[in-house]
């Protein structure tokens, strides 16, 4: 059965996410499910830290000294804060490439605190500002690497893509990775929910040094993931290197968790209907159900498990809560 994510108002429900969720162990097991462990879906921003890992494993960010918060930038799905937008600079100035070269498009920065001061001081958000920009700064950096044409690196054809595929195939098993486009123009592959709970599995496990230097990149730097009064950062942060967590959009995320010294499990869930609302507390209504949090973790990450709601008064007006249904 799925997980269902019920929105109250007062003591009524009002609206229901339906979330399928599947945990795999080290090896490869589907040790839960809650909906079908081969649903396909796209996986977007969560592939990150993996479509990083190929340009890391390529040698090309030792090459031009990218450093940790760099790399853990590569992965991020950011708010476009001060720190995201000087880190991804940082990373175009070591190519000797400027914001011109990026492929990712421009939106306005997540942050509203951010977003607020550039028009109050007259300025416009740049690709900078993208969440996606230290991502498509490392593929940047690959094409450099590859010494190719950086135009055009988020064609699927380009050698810069060729190689994540070739890498993504490697790691994951697969002779054909079916594709579309991201909201930042870059390939975004459709895989299983089990095959990317396998993905975290291996990102937390500790046997991949390409995918532990990402891995340790991320929860050393748990604000350059998202920012502020995000869940990713949160987590992260919480879970001190036990445990690392990415969203990405239409309500997908990935989680990579240690149960003990040999033990290590991933867990990917996906809202059907693509809210985002409704993550954060299937992410905890999964790892509550499963015991996988420590006490001092559940306490802290406490204020996720349920969601209050207000209105615009700040009236609390009901509850977003998920139940694994038996």
Known sequence: ???????????????????????????????????????????????????????????????????????????ASHNGEEIHVKTAKSMLGKLELTVESYECGTHSPY??????????????????????SGKHAGMLCLARHLEGDITGYTRREHP????????????????????????????????????????????????????????????????????????????????SGRAVTKVGGEAIRGIGIKIDSEKTWGIALKVLDGTQRAVPVVALTILNHLNLLHDEEKDQLDGFAVEKLYNHRMIHIGNITAEVEP
């Open 1 to 75: 059965m799925p997980i269902l994510c019920k929105i109250y108002r007062g003591d009524f429900i009002e609206s229901i996410h339906v979330a399928y969720a599947v945990v795999v162990n080290e090896k490869g097991d589907v040790v839960f499910a809650s909906g079908d462990p081969e649903y396909i879906t796209c996986a977007r921003s969560v592939l990150k830290p993996f479509q990083a890992a190929a340009t890391v494993k390529s040698g090309a960010t030792k090459a031009v000294g990218f450093i940790e918060e760099e790399l853990a930038l590569m992965c």
């Open 160 to 239: 810069v893509q060729e190689h994540i595929f070739n890498y993504l195939q490697s790691i994951t098993g697969l002779k054909r990775i079916p594709h579309s486009i991201d909201g930042c123009s870059a390939p975004t592959p459709f895989l299983s929910l089990k095959t990317v709970a396998g993905l975290f599995q291996k990102l937390v496990s500790g046997n991949d040094p390409t995918l532990d230097k990402l891995f340790t990149a991320m929860t050393n730097h748990p604000y350059i993931i998202a920012g502020e009064k995000r869940f990713d950062t949160t987590f992260n942060e919480v879970m």
């Open 111 to 132: 942050h509203k605190g951010t977003r607020d001061s550039l028009l109050a001081q007259g300025k416009e958000w740049t690709a900078l500002h993208n969440n996606c």
